[in-house]
Structures are given as C-alpha cells and as structure tokens.
C-alpha cells in the first residue's frame, strides 16, 4: 500500500505563492517512478477537482484550466517526492489540497487509488 504525505499548505494572502509538497512511500517492492501523481482539491461544500497531474516518467503534466497559467508541478524521484508550485493566488483557490497516485496522469479521479489525507489552503484577499 503506498502512503502519501501533504505538507506546505498555509494562509497566505491573494496573489502570494506556496509550494506544496507530496511524500509518497511506495508499496514493498515497488519504485516511487511507477506512480503518476495527481494533485485535486476540494473547497468546502464542493466536490473533489482535479487540478494537476504528473505522468511516471516526467513529460508528462497536466493542468486544469485554472491552473494552466499559475501553478507548476514537479517530481523529484531521489526525493520520492512531488512539488506542486502554486502563483498568483487567487480565494477561490481555498480549499484542501490532496495527493493521490495511480498508473496514468489523468484528471479522472477514479484513476488514483491511493490518497493523502490533504493540507488545507486559504487564500485571503
């Protein structure tokens, strides 16, 4: 079973940066570059979006729109870790932000079947 780990989440104030942070520990037997990575949100009383992915061997990203222009993703396989940098920060990019690994970088959450237990984000403006 892989465990993953959020970190780097905060307040910060409308146009600021943070960079969040996905520790993952792979399952026995397992190499961390078998995982895509995906990062998804949810705001409060909304459901769970998709906000960008990384594939396994890097060429990979993907972004929704909202993020397209603002945010960054990024891996580092020494690290076993997976970066998502996030710009211009707007309040309705508050919410919780999770992790979650699969086999194909996809904005399908179905496609992820492990999950990290999420750091929160609140922009204020």
């Known amino acids: 079973q892989v465990q993953l780990r959020e970190s780097g989440g905060g307040l910060v104030q409308a146009g600021g940066s943070l960079r969040l942070s996905c520790a993952a520990s792979?399952?026995?037997?397992?190499?961390?570059?078998?995982?895509?990575i995906a990062w998804f949100r949810q705001a409060t009383g909304k459901g769970r979006e998709f906000v960008a992915a990384?594939?396994?061997?890097?060429?990979?990203?993907l972004f929704t729109d909202s993020a397209k222009e603002r945010f960054d993703i990024a891996r580092d396989n020494a690290k076993n870790t997976v970066y998502l940098q996030m710009n211009s920060l707007k309040p309705e990019d508050t919410a919780v932000y999770y992790c979650a690994t699969g086999t194909v970088a996809n904005c399908a959450t179905s496609s992820y079947n492990y999950w990290g237990q999420g750091t929160q984000v609140t922009v204020s403006s």
């Open positions: 990384i594939s396994t061997s890097r060429r990979e990203t």
């Open positions: 792979p399952a026995p037997g397992r190499s961390f570059t078998e995982y895509a």
